[in-house]
């Protein structure tokens, strides 16, 4: 039984699409890496949310970086509502996500 080939035969998404997943969850984790305590709650706080986002479009041959960017959004939107952050984090968090998908659309 080998967990990564069998994870690799479900991913339908293009390669490009795997590939800047991984470009930005590197970029998230270089913030981990080397941001002050707020950028890595900030980061931290979207990863979370681009982990579950990304695997779940990995394993859809249609997965896009406009994709990607409408269920991030919703899935931030979604948050806030709930007040699972406040305002300045809010925007903090929404800036960080455009700074990192931008490149891609």
Do not use: C
Not at 5 to 29: R, Y
Not at 60 to 73: C, F, H, I, V, Y
Not at 81 to 88: Q, V, W
């Amino acid at each position: 039984f080998n967990r990564d080939s069998d994870m690799q035969e479900q991913v339908k998404a293009p390669a490009s699409f795997v590939q800047l997943v991984d470009d930005i969850d590197a970029a998230l984790d270089n913030v981990v890496d080397t941001g002050s305590d707020d950028a890595l709650f900030i980061a931290s706080y979207l990863q979370g949310h681009f982990a579950v986002q990304a695997r779940k479009l990995e394993l859809e041959s249609q997965a896009s970086a406009q994709l990607l960017n409408e269920r991030m959004q919703a899935s931030l939107s979604a948050a806030f509502e709930n007040k699972e952050l406040e305002g300045e984090d809010q925007s903090a968090v929404t800036a960080l996500w455009q700074q990192l998908i931008t490149p891609y659309q």
